[in-house]
């Protein structure tokens, strides 16, 4: 039986899995934001939330931990620094995935994966109630 066996295998062996997991994680502490297959944002998803726990920890251990898994030593300082800090208040969910579309070449359903909360990100704000209230009076 193959209960919890949760892990998608994407086609590859596992040792290929594991890098191109750890190259998306870099790009993804890197850029803050990725595009990709959906089933790999998914699979992408669980690793990089367990390394930015490890992140929000800060000791060496955690530290070495993630460096098994990213091998960039500036991305790994970047992730201690300034992202760790950044969901120190926050419970999990530190990323999101959202859906794009089939992919034009082989219908692929395609996402985008970003970090929550990052800096300079252009979301669109509402107008707040005391805005509101001040133009029905005019």
Do not use: C
Request: aromatic share 4%; net charge positive.
């Amino acid at each position: 039986m193959r209960h919890g066996k949760k892990v998608a295998k994407l086609g590859r062996t596992a040792s290929h899995r594991k890098a191109m997991l750890s190259n998306m994680m870099t790009s993804l502490f890197t850029n803050e934001t990725i595009t990709t297959t959906q089933i790999r944002a998914k699979e992408l998803k669980r690793s990089a939330e367990k390394m930015i726990t490890f992140a929000k920890r800060g000791d060496l251990h955690a530290r070495r931990q993630v460096l098994r898994v990213i091998a960039d030593k500036q991305v790994v300082a970047k992730l201690f620094d300034e992202i760790g800090p950044r969901y120190k208040s926050r419970n999990g969910g530190y990323t999101r995935v959202v859906k794009m579309g089939p992919r034009r070449g082989d219908g692929a359903f395609m996402s985008i994966i970003e970090l929550v909360d990052r800096p300079g990100a252009s979301e669109v704000s509402e107008p707040e109630k005391d805005d509101q209230e001040s133009v029905e009076e005019e």
